[in-house]
């Protein structure tokens, strides 16, 4: 990646952020991520595959519910949407070339800002592309996976492929055709679909199945206007099971894959998780890691953590140990991410208002990751983590069990069985002594 001095800083007095190892007090250094470090034959840099979220990043502005913006940022000042762009887009790169992050992430309004007129808002995305093209091969930042904001207008209030008014969902096609060209002509690795309202508030006015069918049809199309522009990576949908909706078709992991199987969209499309959509869904973010991977389906994930006392999406940046030593466990199992990374989808407070603190919430993101990959690491190549797992199971691999598991076995042969070595002799799950495992090598 190169570090390019510009003309004008946004974030002076800070340098490019190196690793400088465990001994380092410098709050401005990497002390576990060396992205040259090779683990399991691969570098951190290749495994993580870090990416920045344009939208929190550069467009979150501190504001909630209660009360207005608290970050006040220096590159959202002009008045023209282009030139207004084009300087946020400075600061981004500027960012991104000092934390070594290789990847970034952006929905289309993130990068420019939209009208209510289709080709208007074409015109300022390409004018916005054309911008990025030069800025990526300046730095040599790639772009990780773009999408459309298909949420956020008011016309889209009641979804956008799922909505009940066929001149809502044209105007969805519009931006996601557009947000396709972008993503393509940027050499975007993937693309992401997440429906933020493809749900419903009440089912007193809704017909699910219709809206599914149309969801289903509105994919199709849009991977195949995709597959025929050149676009050869591969698309991903976000689950969260409500929030703003009441319920969102894309709940959780196993409704995504019930949806892409049932609608034939199979060998196109894969998971990109998010930590604190599985918290809002009743899962650990390990259990719907665990089923994306059991499919074949682990693309990517939204790296982020929400509050245990907040019941909704609060978008913190990751701080967990424990959750993510046993979420890389998977994912190195998995044989890594298909096609994805990690994306930071996360949000410096609303009382975090120093730029400096942008640069802090990255480095100890970044950090956690890559100290989790090297426990895992660890436990995978230097315990006996694989080994208890796979006794647990051992009679599955010989005699009657593996007979089982290859479908020779009738109802009435289990029964037998059952009736012939009498009562099964009691074991451990063993599942302190794993807890212990995994935070005696952390």
């Known amino acids: 990646m190169n570090y390019i001095k510009g003309q004008k800083e946004f974030f002076a007095g800070i340098g490019q952020i190196q690793y400088e190892g465990l001994d380092s007090d410098n709050p401005f250094a990497f002390r576990w991520y060396d992205p040259n470090r ?34 006040i940022f220096p590159w959202d000042q002009k008045a023209d949407a282009v030139d207004r762009a084009k300087d946020k887009m400075d600061a981004a790169f500027e960012f991104m070339t000092k934390m070594q992050l290789p990847y970034y992430c952006f ?24 911008y990025a093209l030069d800025k990526q091969q300046e730095s040599g930042i790639k772009l990780l996976w773009g999408t459309a904001n298909l949420f956020s207008h008011e016309r889209y209030m009641n979804g956008a492929a799922t909505n009940p008014d066929f001149h809502v969902l044209s105007h969805g096609a519009a931006q ?25 508030m009440s089912l007193l006015n809704t017909n699910m199945k219709r809206e599914q069918e149309h ?11 995709a597959r025929k522009n050149g676009f050869s990576g591969t698309f991903f949908i976000e689950p969260k099971p409500c929030e703003p909706t009441k319920h969102q078709y894309d709940y959780d992991a196993a409704t995504v894959i019930s949806f892409l199987r049932q609608y034939d ?76 990374g990690i994306n930071f989808d996360a949000k410096i407070r609303r009382n975090s208002t120093d730029r400096e603190d942008l640069f802090f919430a990255h480095i100890g993101g970044m950090d956690l990751f890559a ?12 315990s006996s983590y694989l080994q208890l797992r796979k006794e647990r199971y051992q009679s599955f691999d010989t005699g009657k069990g593996a007979e089982f598991e290859k479908g020779n076995l ?22 302190e002594f794993l807890e212990n495992l995994i935070n005696r090598h952390i």
């Open 176 to 200: 996601v055709k557009a947000a396709l060209d972008a993503t393509i002509a940027l050499g975007g690795q993937n693309y992401v679909f997440w429906g933020g309202r493809e749900g419903y």
């Open 410 to 431: 009738s109802l009435e042969d289990l029964r037998d069985f059952a009736a012939a070595n009498g009562e099964p002799e009691v074991k451990s799950g063993k599942q």
């Open 107 to 130: 929905h289309d309004v993130d990068l420019v800002d939209y009208t209510n007129n289709v080709a208007e808002n074409e015109r300022r995305l390409q004018a916005i592309t054309a």
């Open 215 to 225: 969801l289903a049809r509105f994919l199709h199309l849009a991977k195949d206007y």
């Open 265 to 340: 969209l199979l060998d196109d499309f894969k998971l990109n998780l998010e930590v604190n959509h599985a918290t809002l869904a009743g899962h650990t973010f390990q259990h719907e890691l665990q089923v994306a991977a059991d499919a074949g389906l682990l693309g990517s994930i939204d790296a982020n953590r929400g509050d245990e006392q907040n019941g909704w999406d609060t978008d913190q940046f990751p701080y967990n140990i424990n959750e993510l030593t046993e979420s890389m466990l998977i994912i190195l199992e998995a044989g890594g991410f298909q096609g994805g």
């Open 38 to 71: 090779i683990v399991r034959g691969k570098s951190m840099a290749e495994h993580l595959k870090f990416a920045c979220a344009y939208w929190h990043s550069f467009n979150g502005n501190g504001a909630d519910p209660f009360g207005g913006a608290t970050h």
């Open 371 to 382: 100290r989790a990959l090297l426990i895992a690491d660890k436990i995978l190549e230097k």
